[in-house]
């Protein structure tokens, strides 16, 4: 079992920034990486960002990059998610999520375990 708390959250201004956190606890499941996902209002969950806990391998998707970064912390067992040059599409729930599978997954279903999210809304 993997128990993952989401925190950073807020409101911010367009062009602002906000940095998330994910604290991953739990001794059964060692997760290989973690994702980042986000969904809005009447919207899909949709793919962010996701990473190895090395740090060595990254993907994100076409919508934040250049603008967010994930990074990992393995001594703390967290996992980062800065944002960057917030617009307002970028408002919904971030969700973190595990995964024991490598390379990072950039598919919802091949996550094992998630958060219970975080509010991100961005104001024009």
């Known amino acids: 079992q993997v128990q993952l708390v989401e925190s950073g959250g807020g409101l911010v201004q367009a062009g602002g920034s906000l940095r998330l956190s994910c604290a991953a606890s739990g001794r059964t499941f060692r997760p290989n990486a973690m994702g980042w996902f986000r969904q809005a209002p009447g919207k899909e969950r949709e793919f962010v960002a996701a990473?190895?806990?090395?740090?060595?391998?990254?993907y994100y998707s076409d919508s934040v990059k250049g603008r967010f970064t994930i990074s990992s912390d393995n001594a703390k067992n967290t996992v980062y998610l800065q944002m960057n040059s917030l617009k307002p599409e970028d408002t919904a729930v971030y969700f973190c999520?595990?995964?024991?599978?490598?390379?990072?997954?950039?598919?919802?279903?091949?996550?094992?375990?998630w958060g219970q999210g975080t509010q991100v809304t961005v104001s024009s």
């Open positions: 999520a595990a995964s024991r599978l490598l390379p990072p997954s950039k598919t919802i279903r091949e996550y094992d375990y």
């Open positions: 990473i190895d806990w090395s740090g060595t391998i990254s």
